[in-house]
């Protein structure tokens, strides 16, 4: 992958956003409705952690997001500014990460991005 691409070039940008006070049923309907398998959990637009509809799942429908969500420390975080490099990619295949929060230097979430991000991206480009 050529090294001089930037995530925020790659990332999507129109992403589902959730509360951390949301209750975890909630959660799931929204995830669904908008076809998504992974959130951002966000405050006053602060990463507070990620979830991803399998814990939610197995979670507790009656649990608040908080209580199911990975923390900020748990997660890798992307900044819109690095590089996507084959390191990256790789290590996302090999963990089978299906994607990770992108947040600009002021830890703000501006998009995620996901593998399938990724192929669109490398797909787009085949195309001319």
Known sequence: MNS??????????????LAPELVG???????????????PV???????GWVNALDLLVGCKHSKVEDLMFFVDEIKILNKEDELTDDLINEMIKNE????????????????LSIFDILKYIHNINRG
Request: zero cysteines; a positive charge.
């Open 4 to 17: 001089k691409i930037k995530i925020k070039d790659v990332m999507n940008n129109k992403f589902i956003k």
């Open 97 to 112: 990460d299906m994607a990770h929060p992108v947040t600009n230097n002021n830890n703000e979430v501006v998009g995620t």
């Open 42 to 48: 966000v405050e006053d637009e602060k990463l507070e």
């Open 25 to 39: 049923g909630e959660a799931v309907q929204i995830l669904y409705k908008n076809r998504k398998a992974y959130a």
